[in-house]
């Protein structure tokens, strides 16, 4: 029976949709289970920094093996892996040119991390800071490997109401 | 001038066929009768706290005896009580008068073989500190290999301590009785470290640009030859070519630098390595041709004027000899050809390079090592039990006729090891050519044709051993009954099975053997059902003339079969030859110009295709029930019992083979 191709793709997003959402409701639940865990007054905002300082760790390994540092798009390919790791969890993004060589911009038009930030009761800000540590890490783990000056800055973000995620990315010498 | 031990090659054939493999060379001031060496190798056969064990003296005193009075390298010792240095956990240590007992052993069977002992320092670096949290190195650079430990940089008050431990530990090789003394500085150790820019971004003395990264390494050579004395020969390893470009690591030109500071630094020979463990290119697996490194020992040899040695692809005794002619390089270095043959070099000598067991540089042993386990070997089934008498051929109490069915792998390791204990053997083959799965595995491509030197080497054990082989015999339950042998072994092989999901007028089923020995063609989009090393197989050998391929495994990974080391070559080949891959999924249907493939998340998903290539496996048991019939002791081994790799083939064969 000839199959639809149309309807597999759509029921397989269906699912990739759900695994994402999980995913974001399983990290608010363990951010849940372990601050009742830590002694009351505790700010949540050093649990999720350090939280997402470990993932960064580990999503740095990910990258080295996808960079190549003799490579003139060194740059651009961390933001590749950045777009490629930010629209797998469910994000919107792209990447902008820089107006020269050693810079380039990410853009992120849709993100369903802050809403599940409501629904847990953690704020906005939990969710800009735990981003940007998020990349800080990787960055500063990259930097480390392949001995470069790479600099990641956040110039907006949805969580605190703007319409985008804007990060820029830049190489020193 | 010092001789050791004399050595007269003349009476022997190789002698005139390698007359450069077989000439003294002189290192320091020590002569060396041949130009043969065993290359230090972790086996893990010591204790995990250090100790040397009598294993490990087995293993080493084989080795000793295939150099033919070359020099022999024990394995690396770690050199420090914290065990930073140690990178595996059965590695020999040196950090205390207490393990010069155990080394001595070491050099004494070496010695009784009549080899040089050669004693190597190894401090492992960032690839160290295996059973603590952390590794030592220069810098505290992140790894990229996720099996490593987070890096701790070291101190100055460090760095003076570990020149002393080395000094230290070559003071203990001498008192344990080595001839010569030698400095691993390569593949992601800590000398290396200290050298290559990617691990080095010190700002002292130790750091800096390549004369401040040589410090350490020079140190080291200053310390240890002071401990030493002049007479020892010291030798050093270092990479010529690190292939650490993605990471920003020396070029070739720092490579050479380096021994030239070494020289300067005194050290009598240098071994020429390249790559790095943490390289993202090939260099020592089977796609990479033979003799491809060479470049470098040339290069090495117009840089410094003590001799040079290298290992790395060189397998066969003609290469080295052609290469040490025209002055390429000085000595033949090997580690995986004498793990897969501990007497390589012993039976070249004599005139017997069929009994050479080929290594197929499938590096299953260092897999091994990597993963804390004791060394293997994938086509040596006694490697690492050279102490152990059950894993010895030993004359049978009672001499039997034993019938083996199956002329592949796993059939003539078990015939010739049988013959040899004194059994009746014989071979039915149902083919009129030995080889079985491996004759067609063989063919596929990057370097798979040296499997196929394992068929040679047994065809020649089975002739030696005068195995009586049948060729293009089926054999049936008749068979069976009218010989009425005393043991049956069935060692057929596995059945290739073809997908379960059916068959269209518009899509070819063929098998993955028919396809590799050109008996059947397919059209230009192939589906193949297999993910395991035949699948893998089939997949290059068609994707490689052109073809459109896509692979459906069951598995989660592909090549579940391959060991680790290896797998990611064929991962990479896969990628690069744009072959899509459906993991965990199976064929559905079967339509005219189509194949459904389930996959992940219960998605279906439709490949346009012309042929199914079908490379499963499935054991085959028929014939024990005949044997269990007529009361005949039988054995069931290598893929008919459970589909696997040629080593388990070989294995289950040699281990069959000495108990019956």
Known sequence: MPINQEDEMRKLLSKFDALGNITRATWYEWRQAALSFLPPGTN??????????????????????ALDKSKPTFLRDIAKCIVNSSTMMGETAK??????????????????????????????????????????????????????????????????????????????? | MAVNFKWDYKPYPAAAKYPNLFKPIKIGNLIIPNRIKYAATEDNLNTHDGYV????????????????????????????????????????????????????????????????ANYQLMHCGRVGGVDIPYCAGPSAIPQRLKVFKPVREMSLQDIKQCIKEHADAARRGIEAGYDMMEISGIVGYLVSNFLSKYTNRRTDEYGGDIYGRCKFMTDIIKAVRKEIGKDVPLIIRLCAEELLNDVGGNTPEESMITYKMAEEAGVDCISVTQGWQESSVPVISRDIPQGTWLYNAKRAKQTVKVPISMAYRLFLPELPDKAIADGTMDIWEMCRPMIADPLMPKKILEGHPEDVRPCVACNLCLARLFRDAPMTCYVNPVCAHESDPKWQITPAVQKNKVMIVGGGPAGLECAYSSALRGHEVHVYEKNTTLGGQISYASKAPFGDIELYGIINFLKAQCDKAKVNIHLGTTVTPKTIEDEMPDTLVIATGAVFTPPAAGSSKGVNIVSAPDVLTGKVKTGERVMIFGGKKPGISVALYLAEQGKKISIVCKERNLGKDVNPSLIWRYVQKLAQKKVTVYKESQIEEVNETSVVVKALYDTRISVPADTIV???????????????????EAHLIGDALVPRSLSHALHDGYRTGIRI
């Open chain 1, 44 to 65: 949540p905002m050093e649990l999720v920094l350090k939280a997402w300082e470990v993932v960064g760790h580990d999503t740095a390994k990910a990258y080295f093996t």
């Open chain 1, 95 to 173: 990447i902008v040119d820089g107006r020269n060589p050693d810079e380039v911009y990410i853009q992120w038009d849709r993100c369903p991390w802050p809403e599940f930030a409501r629904r847990y009761g953690a704020s906005m800000e939990e969710d800009v800071l735990g981003c940007d540590k998020w990349f800080q890490t990787v960055i500063a783990d990259v930097n480390e490997l392949f001995n470069t000056k790479v600099k990641l800055e956040t110039l907006h973000a949805i969580p605190r109401g703007e319409k985008v995620c804007v990060r820029r990315l830049s190489i020193g010498v």
């Open chain 2, 53 to 116: 064990t009598d294993a490990d003296v087995a293993y080493m005193r084989e080795r000793a005896k295939g150099v033919v009075g070359g020099i022999c390298t024990i394995q690396g010792v770690y050199m420090d009580e914290k065990r930073e240095g140690q990178g595996y956990v059965g590695q020999a240590a040196a950090w205390h008068d207490k393990f010069i007992p155990g080394l001595k052993k070491l050099a004494d069977a070496i010695h009784d073989e009549k080899a040089i």
């Open chain 2, 614 to 632: 079908f490379a499963e496996r499935e054991s085959f048991k028929e014939l024990m029930s005949t044997a269990k019939e007529l009361g005949i």
